[in-house]
């Protein structure tokens, strides 16, 4: 009589080898498992610096072991868990190793505690993400979550895109939101000129704002001490990030916030880019040699004129590695390499922003930057170097040119013959928008044009604005400069040299007779002469000479380009 386990395991045995379907279920989850140790496990192994061969080798013997022992066992239904405990035990080890090695306790391998709902939550929530137009980043431009379709916020974060992505569309450098009683009221800078948005509701426009400043870590309940900060914006199209400085600040009026949109590739210009002419960079030239590099540089632009990135490129001219260069400003916008650059904080209660110049002054620096004149006494600070110090770049904001920097100078000083004493130089400009190079259109100019702008050759073409191109036999929006006519913008400079005879003129209360020497005897170009030359060589246009050197007939504009 035959032995009944004997037997039994026969049978089961016969049985495995007549079902396929088992061994294959087996195989695959053999595969799974090598699929998972070869992708993942080993990454992760690499990434610690942990024995890869060590590991993999235990992985693959407990996966053969299991195997082997499936085919072993007579029952399947006994055999395939024994298997997947067997390949289960060495991932087991390897999870309490390497939480046991990993410090960081973010790394390490947790069970996720997250139930069926909270799944369902997480997937609708990556699909909000990537259903939205544009991602808010926080201050360290990390991606924040869009609001779903039920959260109130959900409406703000719209209003929020309605508000930035036709200003980036636009190639704005600045936006404008204030929030009053009267209304919500916006606007957008594009190539230095301001145009007028759409306005909205007032609760519109707080709440954005507050959107704004919560992404950026503000406070949102202060309203009217002045805040900084800064966050992002990703367009989820492109990809592009665009990065957000925002000024906020408020009075019994309402609040208001600026948006500086990648402030930093804006100030990023260097001295050669800012558009002097040649005779203009050889009154300058002296000041950059050791030898003759002293005394005081006024240099003096309208508000949103560019005094920051003018001041900040003429620092470019001097290496920084070879001589000592640091500045005193009251918002540090753009670092230089190698240059100490000091932020004066009013809210720190310590030496005041003249006393804190002084301090400068006396550490014996080569060259120092001076953001501003506002505070009464840094300009008798200034002009302690005298003309045998450190180079001084002193920043004067004002819309009068050069007699206007001149004026503030002396007033800012309190002494005439103390203020004349150091100068050397004046630089007063305005920003000029460049014609779009793919639309601009050309022109021969009238006998009256060439002459004044002394063109004698009289097939030279000029050219102006167009905003238009012409695709196969339509007639379209130009899509480099969106149809305004420009692309991008330029310094238009007037530099006035300063020698002894001037100085001496200026220390007599004369500014309009030195401001005259300084044109026939020193050979000073007019700004209005720098502007027609760009003219001539068609980087800008004549509507756009009058335009700039007659600011009061400037005024918003509708944005051309972008929706209102």
């Not at 990556?126 to 779903?148: F, G, N, T, Y």
């Not at 804006?266 to 030239?285: H, I, M, N, S």
Request: hydrophobic fraction near 40%; charged fraction near 25%; proline fraction near 5%.
């Amino acid at each position: 009589m035959h032995d009944p386990v004997t037997l039994l395991a026969a049978t089961a045995s016969a049985l495995n080898l007549v079902d396929f379907v088992k061994p294959v279920i087996a195989l695959i989850a053999l595969g799974v498992y090598l699929r998972v140790i070869s992708s993942t496990l080993e990454k992760d192994l690499r990434y610690f610096n942990f024995n890869v061969a060590a590991w993999n080798a235990g992985f693959l013997v407990a996966a053969l072991a299991g195997f082997g022992t499936m085919l072993a066992i007579p029952y399947f239904l006994a055999g395939f868990p024994a298997m997947i405990v067997i390949m289960l035990a060495p991932l087991l080890a390897y999870w309490k190793y390497r939480n046991d090695n990993v410090q960081n306790e973010s790394q390490k391998f947790t069970l996720s505690s997250m139930s069926m709902g909270d799944r369902m939550a997480a997937r609708k929530s990556r699909s909000v993400q990537k259903s939205a137009s544009a991602i808010l980043l926080s201050s360290s431009l990390a991606e924040l979550q869009v609001p779903d379709e039920e959260d109130p916020r959900r409406a703000i974060h719209l209003a929020m895109e309605d508000l930035l992505l036709p200003a980036i569309d636009a190639r704005a450098s600045r936006l404008e939101l204030g929030a009053t009683a009267k209304g919500g009221s916006a606007a957008q800078i594009v190539d230095g000129v301001r145009y007028k948005r759409e306005a909205m509701a007032t609760e519109t426009a707080a709440s954005v704002l507050d959107y704004l400043k919560q992404a950026a870590g503000l406070p949102i309940d202060e309203r009217r001490k002045k805040l900084r900060g800064r966050c992002g914006i990703r367009l989820r199209e492109s990809g592009k990030t665009v990065v957000l400085d925002l000024l906020t600040s408020g009075s019994s009026q309402g609040v208001t916030i600026r948006i500086d949109l990648d402030r930093d590739a804006q100030l990023d210009r260097d001295f050669d880019a800012l558009g002097l002419e040649p005779e203009q960079l050889k009154v300058l030239a002296p000041t950059a040699d050791a030898e003759t590099r002293h005394g005081v540089i006024l240099v003096g632009m309208g508000p949103g004129q560019g005094l920051t990135s003018t001041l900040t490129a003429l620092l470019t001219r001097h290496d920084a590695y070879t001589c000592n260069i640091k500045t005193i400003e009251r918002d540090v916008q753009r670092l230089i390499e190698g240059v100490d650059h000091a932020e004066w904080d009013p809210a720190s209660g310590e030496a005041d922003f003249p006393t804190q110049l002084r301090s400068i002054i006396r550490r014996g620096p080569d060259i120092v930057m001076v953001s501003d004149l506002q505070d009464a006494g840094t300009g008798t600070q200034a002009a302690l170097v005298g003309i045998d110090g450190p180079l001084l770049y002193v920043g004067v904001q004002t819309k009068d040119g050069i007699p206007g920097a001149i004026t503030d100078w002396f007033r800012s000083v309190g002494d005439l013959k103390n203020a004349a004493a150091p100068l050397v130089a004046v630089v007063t400009g305005r920003i000029m928008r460049k014609l779009c190079p793919e639309c601009r259109t050309s022109f021969s100019p009238s006998p009256e044009q060439a002459k004044k702008l002394g063109i004698k050759d009289p097939s030279i073409q000029l050219h102006r604005q167009s905003g238009r191109v012409q695709v196969k036999n339509k007639i379209e929006e130009c899509p480099l400069c969106r149809g305004t006519g420009f692309f991008g913008t330029v310094g238009v400079y007037e530099v006035m040299p300063v020698d002894r005879e001037a100085r001496k003129l200026l220390a007599g209360g004369d500014l309009k007779a030195a401001y005259t020497h300084a044109r026939r005897s020193l050979g000073m170009m007019l700004m209005q002469e720098a502007a027609l030359r760009k003219v001539a060589r068609g980087e800008t246009s004549l509507e756009e000479v009058a335009r700039v050197l007659s600011p009061g007939k400037t005024g918003d504009k509708t944005p051309a380009g972008s929706s209102a």
